[in-house]
């Protein structure tokens, strides 16, 4: 448990870092000044001047920061962030931005080379690698999430004790199944619902059962024991593909994100339960606890998904957020003169403010449904 921890903190620090690195590495291309690229936040512990940059190794171990000389503005000099092309100010935003997507690429290619699990039809056949039937979701209050099934949760076999038959079914038939495609876990729970079966679950490197009761009259599109299946196997691609479909999964990716946060817009419209839980750090460390469990491929892919939400929220119009940056450029870029310094400043502290508090109290959150 506390190597976990240890890797997953760790891993988001690294994603934090390589993000200030791609402003630092755009403001360097632009010719602005860079005065300070800090790991960790002040207290400095420790810096050495390369060049005209200081680079630093601060006490508290939470991120990463670059100084840009005159990104507050008020500084006229032909290196100063505000003196250059608005234009050029968009690419150094965005280097920030576009780095979280450039990770994500690099670890699905890996993950694509080394095999990636790959949702497959009940029908596909032939060369498979380690065909299974997983967990995709699980429904709030249905038997699986009582029974604590979780996300990534392979079905290895189903039974059914002979002498727990209730009078619902009566068949002599379906009383084991060892499970290779979905249609057999629908079959069987359709066969035995009213009546305590057991799955045979694979977690990791954990093998285990499972008892509970398919419902017989279950919520629409739920299911008896309120699961979403899907079929995988293991694919690969040879080095000169993994990169093109490494790409191809993070645009895919991307777009699903933003799919999910639409229709989670959408619903709270409408005033119905969205689906969506905001979660903290607490919240993710202990997804990164449950994901490494499943093995390095579903690590990896995990933190490239990290990337991907890491990316789009931080591109989202919010002030004290890159977006929010490149909203005021474009404010600028529309009046022809920059917003007041003041006026930004003071929305910016304001909104990071409500950032905090909100963290705090998804933190808070977190906490009280792990304990």
Do not use: C
């Not at 479909?245 to 409408?270: D, R």
């Not at 990337?307 to 870029?333: C, H, M, Q, T, V």
């Amino acid at each position: 448990m506390i190597l976990t921890i240890f890797i997953a903190f760790i891993s988001l620090i690294g994603l934090i870092i390589l993000h200030e690195f791609g402003h630092f590495i755009l403001a360097k291309r632009f010719g602005v000044k860079v005065e300070e690229f800090g790991i960790g936040y002040p207290p400095r512990l420790f810096g050495k001047r390369i060049g005209e940059t200081i680079y630093s190794l601060n006490l508290l171990p939470f991120g990463a920061f670059v100084k840009i000389y005159g990104e507050e503005g008020g500084i006229e000099h032909e290196r100063s962030f505000s003196q250059k092309p608005i234009w050029q100010r968009v690419f150094i935003v965005l280097g920030g931005v576009v780095s979280f997507w450039i990770i994500s690429a690099i670890l699905l290619s890996i993950v694509m080379s080394l095999g990636v699990p790959t949702a497959i039809s009940d029908e596909e056949n032939g060369e498979l690698i380690n065909p299974r039937v997983q967990i995709a979701a699980v429904a709030p209050g249905s038997p699986a999430e009582k029974a604590n099934l979780e996300v990534g949760d392979t079905i290895k076999k189903l039974t059914i004790d002979p002498e727990k038959k209730s009078e619902i079914s009566n068949e002599a038939s379906g009383q084991q199944l060892i499970i290779n495609k979905v249609k057999e876990v629908q079959e069987f729970t359709n066969l035995h619902k009213g009546e305590e079966i057991t799955l045979m679950i694979e977690r990791g490197k954990e093998v285990f059962d499972v008892s509970l009761v398919p419902r017989v009259s279950p919520p629409a599109r739920e299911g008896a024991m309120g699961v979403a299946l899907v079929r995988t196997a293991i694919k690969s691609y040879p080095w000169y593909k993994a990169p093109f479909q490494g790409i191809l999964a993070t645009g895919n990716l991307t777009i699903a994100v933003i799919q999910g946060w639409a229709q989670a817009l959408g619903n709270l419209i409408k005033g119905l339960p969205t689906g969506v839980q905001l979660m903290g750090p607490v919240g993710i460390f202990s997804l990164f606890t449950q994901v490494s469990q499943l093995g390095v491929i579903y690590f990896l892919q995990f933190i490239a998904i990290i990337s991907i939400y890491f990316a789009l929220f931080n591109i989202l119009p919010i002030p004290a957020l890159d977006g929010g940056k490149l909203l005021f450029l474009g404010i600028e870029a529309v009046r022809r003169k920059p917003v007041s310094q003041k006026i930004e400043q003071n929305i910016t502290f304001a909104f990071f403010m409500i950032l905090i508090v909100l963290m705090v109290l998804v933190t808070i959150k977190d906490i009280t449904r792990l304990f």
